[in-house]
C-alpha cells in the first residue's frame, strides 16, 4: 500500500496524559498537512510541513499541541497533558511539490475519558 | 476569512436517482476546490479536483462544476447507488497567506436507499 498510513488507528487515554500519532506520507511527498476532525463537523487545519520545516500553525494548536517531521519523512503529531475536549479524528495529508491536491491518510481516532 | 458551506446537510434518495450536492464558499480567491467522500469513522478519499482556470471534471458518474465569480460548485452524481452512500466533503485552496491549506465544509450525509 503506497498511500498514507497512520498509527495507531485508535487511542484511548486518560485525561491529563501525554499521546503521540504518527503519520506515514506517500513517499516523495514534500508536503505534509494535519488536521482535526470532531464529529459532524469538517476537517480543520492544524499544522503544515514542506520537508522538515514548519511553516504554519492553526491557533487551534495550543501550547500543548506539538508537531514534528524529523528529516522530512514521518511525521508525529503529540498532545500533552490531554483534555475531553481533544477527542477528535486527527487526519494527516500529504502533497507532491507538484500539485495541490492531498492524499489524506485513515485518521487517528482519540478518545479522551 | 474563507467560509465553506455545503448544502443540504443531509439528503436521502432512492436508488437510480441523479442528484446535486451544494458547496459555496465566501471568498472567490482561490487555487482550486476538491471533493472528497467519507465513509463513517474513516479518513478522506478525494474524488474530484478542480483548478481554478477549469469549470468542470469529470469522473465515472462523478461531475463537479466551479464557478469561482458566484463562489459555488455543484458534485453531480448520476444514477446513484448504495454504496455511493457516505459524507461528501467539499474544501478550497486559498490564495496568499492560505495558498497551502483547505477550507472545509460540513458536509453532506448522503444515503441511498435500495
Known amino acids: 500500500d503506497t498511500g498514507v498510513s497512520q498509527n495507531p488507528r485508535h487511542k484511548i487515554t486518560k485525561r491529563g496524559q501525554n499521546v503521540t500519532f504518527r503519520c506515514d506520507p506517500i513517499?516523495?511527498?514534500?508536503?505534509l498537512y494535519w488536521y482535526r476532525q470532531t464529529l459532524g463537523q469538517g476537517p480543520e487545519f492544524l499544522t503544515y510541513f514542506q520537508n522538515e520545516a514548519q511553516l504554519e500553525k492553526s491557533r487551534l494548536l495550543s501550547d500543548r499541541f506539538s508537531a514534528e517531521r524529523p528529516k522530512g519523512s514521518f511525521s508525529t503529531l503529540e498532545i500533552q497533558r490531554t483534555e475531553q475536549g481533544d477527542s477528535a479524528m486527527y487526519l494527516c495529508?500529504?502533497?507532491?511539490?507538484?500539485?495541490?491536491?492531498?492524499?489524506f491518510g485513515p485518521g487517528t481516532r482519540l478518545t479522551v475519558t | 476569512k474563507q467560509e465553506v458551506t455545503q448544502i443540504p446537510a443531509a439528503l436521502s434518495v432512492p436508488e437510480g436517482e441523479n442528484l446535486v450536492l451544494n458547496c459555496s464558499f465566501t471568498?472567490?480567491?482561490?487555487?482550486?476546490l476538491q471533493w472528497f467522500r467519507q465513509d463513517p469513522g474513516k479518513g478522506l478519499t478525494s474524488l474530484l479536483l478542480?483548478?481554478?482556470?477549469?469549470r468542470e471534471q469529470t469522473s465515472g458518474r462523478l461531475n463537479a462544476s466551479l464557478d469561482k465569480s458566484s463562489g459555488r460548485s455543484t458534485l453531480y452524481i448520476a444514477a446513484s447507488q448504495p454504496g455511493d452512500s457516505a459524507t461528501y466533503l467539499c474544501a478550497v485552496w486559498g490564495v496568499g497567506g492560505s495558498n497551502y491549506k483547505l477550507t472545509f465544509g460540513k458536509g453532506t450525509l448522503l444515503t441511498v436507499n435500495p
Open positions: 495529508a500529504s502533497t507532491p511539490g507538484s500539485s495541490y491536491e492531498q492524499y
Open positions: 478542480i483548478q481554478s482556470s477549469q
Open positions: 513517499s516523495e511527498h514534500n508536503r
Open positions: 471568498d472567490s480567491a482561490i487555487y482550486n
